[in-house]
């Protein structure tokens, strides 16, 4: 099995190259890493150099490129490495006791050494080497590991709180207060009362916007779906994905190829669904479009004819739907950014 650890250059080309005009963000990276998981480029550099080469050049200038940076930084990464064995290796032989000298016999003598002086030790500064490299590579990482709007752990417990409770489980609640009314009536005590255990009753649908402008955020929206689906007590989680507009036509998997009628998955749901939209409405492009503004808000009106329950997630920061089709469709619905706060009060409006 090979020793070669690929991330160490991973992350520096990925700053690097992007600093020099390659078009990569977090869907690249994510997608590189995926790849790495299952194999590939893990064997030595130049498996990884080729992986690189595949997934985030798209001209042969940009190949030429990458290849004179990944020379550049994997000579860099090597010749830290020898030097952090070289520095490992003179820590243990300095650490390890000097050989004991053999034993004297009983009537030999050592001369006594004269005229050699003990030199004095004279203290000197070091020559010292500022890591600017990797100052600037662990500001990056912090700048790129906070990029996440909202954690998966925040989801789960986010999901908690959308609940509807109804009383139709087992009767094996102890009711106190109904006990000791009966108690008060008969005068005397001959059996407890029970009632029914409550069981959360929600029912929701998720409508999830899907490639162009946001794919970047495919990450959090299917950290979304699954927290929903397998990590809460939502009694029915139901899921259906769209481009840009929920049309006639909805699909049931991510990559939009089993089609299913919108009105049939809404009469599968009662007043009592949740819905939470969960799309950048042309705020990620900057876009103001009226076909788009006109199609959503027809779609929009035909869910609420099924329920009122409904809310919407935007991943683009609230500042940026400004003068885009997002501030029209914010007057038509409760729109919130998907982030901690938003994603709470998203479901306080579904609940």
Not at 165 to 189: H, N, P, S, W, Y
Not at 199 to 204: Q, V, Y
Not at 282 to 294: N, Q, V
């Amino acid at each position: 099995m090979s020793d070669f650890n690929p991330h160490p250059l991973l992350n520096r080309l990925f700053y690097r190259l992007r600093r020099d005009g390659f078009a990569l963000g977090v869907s690249e990276y994510l997608v590189t890493l995926k790849a790495i998981q299952g194999g590939w480029g893990t064997q030595d550099a130049n498996a990884l150099k080729k992986l690189l080469k595949s997934l985030w050049c798209h001209s042969l200038a940009q190949q030429d490129h990458l290849e004179v940076i990944f020379g550049a930084i994997s000579a860099e990464e090597s010749s830290k490495e020898v030097e952090s064995r070289e520095s490992n290796a003179e820590t243990v032989s300095d650490s390890s006791p000097p050989p004991n000298p053999p034993p004297a016999s009983p009537g030999e003598q050592f001369p006594a050494v004269v005229g050699v002086s003990t030199p004095t030790p004279e203290f000197s500064l070091l020559p010292v080497k500022s890591p600017i490299h990797l100052l600037e590579q662990q500001t990056e990482d912090r700048d790129f590991q906070t990029y996440a709007p909202i954690s998966r752990r925040y989801m789960v417990y986010s999901w908690r709180y959308l609940r509807r409770m109804v009383a139709d489980g087992r009767e094996d609640v102890l009711d106190v207060a109904a006990t000791i009314a009966k108690f008060c009536e008969q005068g005397f005590f001959l059996e407890p009362k029970y009632c029914r255990r409550e069981r959360n009753h929600a029912d929701l649908l998720l409508l999830i916007d899907q490639e162009g402008s946001m794919t970047p955020f495919h990450h959090f929206t299917r950290d979304l779906v699954e927290t929903a689906q397998y990590e809460s007590n939502i009694q029915q989680v139901r899921v259906g994905y769209f481009h840009n507009v929920p049309a006639e036509y909805i699909y049931r998997d991510s990559y939009l190829t089993e089609k299913i009628l919108l009105e049939s998955i809404l009469a599968a749901g009662d007043g009592n669904t949740s819905i939470l939209i969960v799309s950048d409405g042309g705020a990620a492009r900057g876009d103001r479009r009226s076909e788009r503004f006109s199609a959503t808000a027809e779609v929009l009106w035909q869910i609420k004819q099924h329920t009122k329950l409904i809310a919407w997630l935007n991943p683009i920061p609230p500042e940026r739907w400004r003068g885009t089709t997002a501030q029209f469709i914010a007057h038509l619905l409760p729109m919130y950014p998907l982030d901690p706060h938003g994603l709470n009060q998203a479901i306080a409006d579904i609940r």
